[in-house]
T-cell receptor, first 115, second 114 residues
Framework: NAGVTQTPKFQVLKTGQSMTLQCAQD?????MSWYRQDPGMGLRLIHY???????DQGEVPNGYNVSRSTTEDFPLRLLSAAPSQTSVYFC??????????????FGAGTRLSVL | AQSVAQPEDQVNVAEGNPLTVKCTYS??????LFWYVQYPNRGLQFLLK??????LVKGSYGFEAEFNKSQTSFHLKKPSALVSDSALYFC????????????FGTGTKLQVIP
């Protein structure tokens, strides 16, 4: 069982470039989220989705887009990369009900540097 | 708005000694509280949660947490620390009113000294 898979693991971009961070889960979870982790700031929610076709903004959505066309995939798009987006990005998923409700399963992360 | 505070950036404890990692929270309504652990270059892993019921919650790897409503705290504890417990620990609170808009604390680095 692969769980939550994020690609790539590392990426270096130049300011102004765009890219997509991929996230896929094979647990049939309804909920998926994107976080960024910065030193001393914990994890901050960027965007989240409660099901295919439904997304919403989190705490720090500016500069990022998401879509959810399938239950399995939740890509995060950086429209025009800025040095302030240098961070470690985590994707997470969870069930909407049952005993495992609210427990988030995290991918291994994507470490992004914007020069 | 909900919030979580982890007042200690780092906690050092000798192997075999009990450990406590502190967390306080602020949320409207009944809190949904969590502890996660992060090992170097890895994603977060779920340790335990409090939704309702007993104030002492038991979780993975021998960890437990005590929910104290009057002090709005949810401290993580373990009776006897292991060197392998050294990691970054995050407390989190979920918005009880809707989707899991989960707010994480800033994390506490636990260092267990052999």
């Amino acid at each position: 069982n692969a769980g939550v898979t994020q690609t790539p693991k590392f990426q270096v971009l130049k300011t102004g470039q765009s890219m997509t961070l991929q996230c896929a889960q094979d647990m049939n979870h309804e909920y998926m989220s994107w976080y960024r982790q910065d030193p001393g700031m914990g994890l901050r929610l960027i965007h989240y989705s409660v099901g295919a076709g439904i997304t919403d903004q989190g705490e720090v959505p500016n500069g990022y887009n998401v879509s959810r066309s399938t239950t399995e995939d939740f890509p995060l798009r950086l429209l025009s990369a800025a040095p302030s987006q240098t961070s470690v990005y985590f994707c997470a998923s969870s069930y909407s009900g049952g005993s495992a409700k609210n427990i988030q399963y995290f991918g291994a992360g994507t470490r992004l540097s914007v020069l | 708005a909900q919030s979580v505070a982890q007042p200690e950036d780092q906690v050092n404890v000798a192997e075999g000694n009990p450990l406590t990692v502190k967390c306080t929270y602020s949320v409207s309504g009944n809190p949904y509280l969590f502890w996660y652990v992060q090992y170097p270059n890895r994603g977060l892993q779920f340790l335990l949660k409090y939704i309702t019921g007993d104030n002492l919650v038991k979780g993975s790897y021998g960890f437990e947490a005590e929910f104290n409503k009057s002090q709005t705290s949810f401290h993580l504890k373990k009776p006897s620390a292991l060197v392998s417990d050294s990691a970054l620990y995050f407390c989190a609170v979920r918005d009880p009113g809707g989707y899991q808009k989960v707010t994480f604390g800033t994390g506490t680095k636990l260092q267990v000294i052999p």
